[in-house]
């Protein structure tokens, strides 16, 4: 993984395993599964290669290694509420 200003892609794959594992959760609780979702937004701290590189890895392990289903996916630069958070996952 390569690192840029102290965040490495480790970090954000461990962030995003957990929101995809969360979301996992509830979509389950609501008798849904990945197949289900229509949208996903992904608001990123830094949108740079760093991060996609971790997120892309997270997004295959929860998908089981599969094809992300077809639906509609953002990607956002965005400064988020603590530096410590990442990123942040929504989906419909």
């Keep these: 993984f390569r690192m840029q200003d102290g965040i490495d892609a480790v970090n954000y794959y ?8 969360n979301l996992k959760i509830a979509l389950a609780a609501g008798g849904a599964s990945y ?7 992904i608001h ?8 996609f590189e971790g ?3 997270a997004m295959h392990e929860a998908f089981d290694g599969k094809p ?3 639906h ?3 990607m956002i630069g965005t400064t988020l ?7 942040e996952v929504s989906a419909v």
């Design 81 to 87: 509420s603590a530096p410590e958070i990442l990123l």
């Design 35 to 41: 197949q289900s979702l229509v949208s996903t937004t």
């Design 55 to 57: 997120i892309q890895k």
């Design 14 to 21: 461990a962030q995003a395993s957990a929101a995809f594992a």
């Design 44 to 51: 990123i701290r830094d949108i740079g290669p760093v991060a």
């Design 68 to 70: 992300i289903p077809e």
């Design 72 to 74: 509609a996916m953002t």
